[in-house]
């Protein structure tokens, strides 16, 4: 599996945009980023993933490279609900073989008022 | 619709005992995975569930052991309890081979 890099953390002001970076130098072709949170207490969330192209659903946008080194997850409007730990993951999409999590140390998110 | 529950919510053991976690996934999933989450570091994956067998584990001893039930419904089972065994266990649940998990609460296990 990719290994990928994170930074330890970060802070953001309620209302403006999160913008958490992830490295993922070695990914392959068919390994897909995927992200989860884990706000405090709580078992982490699934977000969002991608292969190649840029992403959005209702939680976040994610914007991958081109050259799929690294991405970005953005979270449009931060709120302090947004508080959390944030994992990026690179594993292939499906795999019937089993389909383990393996978690970083993710960047924990801090959005201040 | 039901997400993953877990049971129960925390537990105190003493050392040598041992514990056994329950867990319920999510409507229409076939697969369990449990992972334990020392406090401060990222969720540890210890095994897999699908039809009732184990497909997959990780770098835990045999102490940690499990099970599955016809209804998808999971068990974690630790024996010979450790005071390095507390911690938040999670329980994910999941459609084969899909890495979209969704994880219960956990159960937050102290070993004293």
């Known amino acids: 599996d990719a290994k990928t890099t994170q930074p330890p953390s970060m802070d953001c002001a309620e209302g403006r945009a999160a913008n958490l970076p992830c490295n993922h130098s070695t990914i392959s072709g068919n390994e897909y980023v995927y992200w989860y949170r884990q706000i405090h207490s709580q078992g982490p969330q699934y977000i969002i993933h991608?292969?190649?192209n840029n992403e959005t659903n209702e939680m976040a946008s994610l914007i991958i490279t081109e050259d799929r080194k690294s991405s970005t997850l953005i979270l449009p409007h931060a709120t302090l609900r947004d508080t959390a730990v944030y994992y990026c993951i690179v594993r292939v999409a499906e795999n019937n073989a089993g389909n383990m999590l393996t978690f970083g140390g993710g960047t924990r998110l801090m959005v201040k008022p | 619709d039901a997400g993953v529950t877990q049971s129960p919510t925390h537990l105190i053991k003493t050392r040598g005992q041992q514990v056994t976690l329950r867990c319920s996934p999510k409507?229409?999933?076939?697969?369990v995975s449990w992972y334990q989450q020392a406090l401060g570091q990222g969720p540890q994956f210890i095994f897999q569930?699908?039809?009732?067998?184990?497909?997959q584990r990780g770098n835990f001893p045999d102490r940690f052991s499990g099970h599955q039930f016809p209804n998808y419904s999971s068990e974690l089972n630790v024996n010979a309890l450790l005071l390095g065994d507390s911690a938040l266990y999670l329980c994910a649940s999941s459609i084969l081979g899909r890495y979209e998990q969704y994880f219960g609460p956990g159960t937050r296990l102290t070993v004293t």
């Open positions: 409507s229409g999933h076939d697969t």
């Open positions: 569930y699908y039809e009732e067998e184990e497909r």
């Open positions: 991608g292969l190649k």
